[in-house]
């Protein structure tokens, strides 16, 4: 207990060498903690609210794939594709293609790691001539730069690859066609993987070189011009060199190789060059060498309604394989199913060429454009029908309309979805430029149209209504709403397009 004869403890007598502390002032930095950190949590919550309204991060990734909505994994981003030197050879006993392809480009902002498509297996990359790291998974071939490339350099990716496409294909939803010793690559809206590395998206048009060097009693055939074709330098071998000047989507490309006879033609306003599979009967032959002769006449047609013909070549491959489509508007030389070809030449030609102005002089920004491909295309067969001195489009307009399966109605061709691209397109295409075409006047609707093709690229489908809104006082809304967002048929009214 505690006794009040004696101090408290607290106050006894400390030892002689005690010495009472030393009050010293605080460092300053200690005061400032609960401000420094105050600062930092207004700085990290401001950039959670701020950071959604800038816009996606730009790294020196250039990320998986360009962002389409309906094949987000496609091509890459960070750089512009100018041109591709493609090098190949088939050696047909092995079922081997080997490739060297160079691209050249430019980076669209910092960029360190860069991503091509490809399904052939790649050995070996270089960058402006320099081994560099790469890995491949599926069709995505990263290739990793030594240093950050600025915005604007050009650089060239060098990409040595090979492998049986057949192996190949369960990557991609392309596969190489064959029919005995003819093998086609070709393919929509992908097919370029199985035979060259690309930015494999038609965001990102390029010039393109082709040198195919295939067992010398086979042709390869591709698009653009014939530079040479080498009978002499490999007593086994040809070599055939392609080359496009004019850019273009990679899925326009094409290599066909195969017995093919090959048939120019210098004497027109431009070069014709068609090639016909050795492999057909010879009535079938005959039937598609004769329908492809065609094709200046049709281009010409083309020419009246939509202006010039925007490529320097004519030409088509009319293949014994059974491709399982009508074409493919390869660019200045669609592939033909001959059957399809030589039944309907008319109309596939039409089709098909007119193409060169709607999907290749002016490609697709997004997946979800299709539209802009298919329904002129097709309005095209209908108006070369009109003006030949058949249906005329109303005629047809109405006729669809009441003939169309009702299931079709239900798609949006605005935005009809990465499976059923191209279910509607070809059908209730034509009917919404016909009706269109009734809302604007004939002077508006074609002034629009060959605007629209005036100045290769690549276009949106909304930039196209918005110059079509600009040409008239009528509010287009309602319209875009019935043909192209709507999911039922719309009504039969002079507000919709359709005659009185």
């Keep these: 207990m505690w006794n009040a004869d004696q101090p408290p403890p607290r106050f006894q007598q400390q030892r002689p060498d005690f010495r009472p502390p030393t009050t010293r002032p605080l460092p300053i930095w200690y005061w400032l903690i609960p401000a420094i950190a105050a600062l930092i949590a207004l700085i990290v919550v401001g950039v959670l609210i701020v950071r959604p309204l800038l816009g996606p991060v730009i790294t020196e990734d250039g990320g998986d794939g360009v962002g389409d909505r309906y094949f987000p994994t496609a091509g890459g981003g960070g750089y512009d594709a100018r041109d591709y030197r493609i090098e190949v050879s088939w050696l047909e006993t092995q079922s081997r293609l080997e490739g ?16 091509l498509d490809l399904a052939l297996p790649a050995s070996e990359v270089r960058l402006n001539g320099q081994p560099v790291r790469f890995t491949q998974q599926g069709l995505d071939l990263a290739v990793t730069a030594d240093r950050v490339l600025a915005p604007g350099e050009e650089f060239r990716v060098e990409v040595v690859y090979a492998g049986n496409p057949d192996d190949a294909a369960g990557l991609t939803t392309a596969r190489a066609l064959r029919l005995n010793r003819e093998i086609l690559f070709a393919g929509q809206p992908f097919g370029a993987a199985l035979w060259y ?4 998206h038609p965001s990102d048009p390029a010039t393109m070189e ?4 295939v067992p010398s009693d086979l042709q ?7 530079i040479s074709r080498d009978i002499g330098d490999e007593p086994d071998w040809d070599t055939w060199h392609w080359r496009s000047d004019q850019p273009m989507a990679t899925y ?3 290599l066909a190789i195969g017995p ?7 004497t027109g306003v431009r070069p014709q060059l068609y090639a016909v599979s050795k492999q057909l009967a010879p009535p079938l032959a005959a039937g598609t060498e004769a329908a492809l002769r065609r094709t200046p006449e049709t281009v010409r047609r083309l020419e009246e309604v939509w202006g010039p013909y925007p490529f320097g070549q004519v030409g088509g491959v009319a293949s014994s394989v059974d491709v399982g489509f009508g074409a493919l508007e390869n660019q200045t030389r669609p592939l033909y199913r001959s059957e399809s070809l030589a039944q309907n030449p008319n109309r596939l030609l039409t089709h098909e060429y007119a193409h060169m102005w709607f999907g290749n002089q002016v490609t697709l920004r997004q997946w979800d454009d299709i539209f802009m491909n298919e329904g002129y295309a097709s309005f095209s067969e209908w108006i070369v029908t009109e003006r030949t001195g058949g249906r005329s489009a109303n005629e047809q307009l109405l006729t669809q309309y009441n003939e169309v399966d009702d299931r079709l109605w239900g798609l949006r061709i605005d935005d009809p979805g990465p499976n059923r691209m191209f279910a509607a397109v070809y059908v209730r295409g034509p009917m919404a430029l016909q009706a269109l075409r009734n809302v604007l006047g004939d002077e508006q609707f074609f002034a629009l149209g060959r605007d629209w093709v005036a100045r290769p690229g690549t276009g949106s489908l909304e930039e196209w209504q918005q110059r079509a809104q600009a040409r008239t006082s009528v509010d287009l809304a309602p319209f875009w709403a019935a043909w192209f967002s709507g999911t039922t048929k719309p009504a039969r009214t002079p507000q919709n397009g359709f005659p009185a």
């Design 220 to 226: 390869a055939i591709s698009v653009g011009a014939l």
């Design 100 to 115: 060297r392809t160079t691209m050249t480009a430019a980076a669209t902002r910092p960029l360190q790691r860069l991503r």
């Design 260 to 266: 093919y006879t090959v048939i120019e033609d210098n």
């Design 252 to 254: 326009l490309n094409l």
């Design 210 to 213: 082709v040198i195919a060097r």
């Design 197 to 200: 590395p690309s930015n494999d």
